[in-house]
Nanobody
């Protein structure tokens, strides 16, 4: 059974960068699409970056497009999220998840496994 563990969160000033990682263990995640979600207190969870199983396709929420880059390393069984030009509104808990199906229009869905999250705090 797949387990996911996020890392790389922290506190940065606006304009700074962070790279999140999501390490999978227990089984390979190569058959699955994957997604980075975020959820701030009192707000709904939102999927900010999606990637297909092969890594050939990605999809970003408009709020992060051009600033965030999702990638995956099959050999390391790890998902990444490079976040540049961070803004205070990016402050949130970030989670990774695996999914069973990917659409180029809507991204990854039918989620099967979730990580525990890593906190990102951006100060102005």
């Amino acid at each position: 059974q797949v387990q996911l563990e996020e890392a790389g969160g922290g506190s940065v000033q606006a304009g700074g960068s962070l790279r999140l990682s999501c390490a999978a263990s227990g089984a390979t995640v190569s058959p699955y699409c994957m997604v980075w979600f975020r959820q701030a207190p009192g707000k709904e969870r939102e999927g900010v970056a999606h990637i297909s199983a092969t890594g050939a396709f990605t999809l970003y929420d408009s709020s992060v497009k051009g600033r965030f880059t999702i990638s995956r390393d099959t050999n390391k069984n790890t998902l990444y999220l490079l976040m540049n030009n961070l803004k205070p509104e990016d402050t949130s808990m970030y989670y990774c998840a695996t999914g069973r199906a990917y659409s180029t229009d809507t991204g990854c869905r039918s989620f099967t496994t979730w990580g525990q999250g890593t906190q990102v705090t951006v100060s102005s």
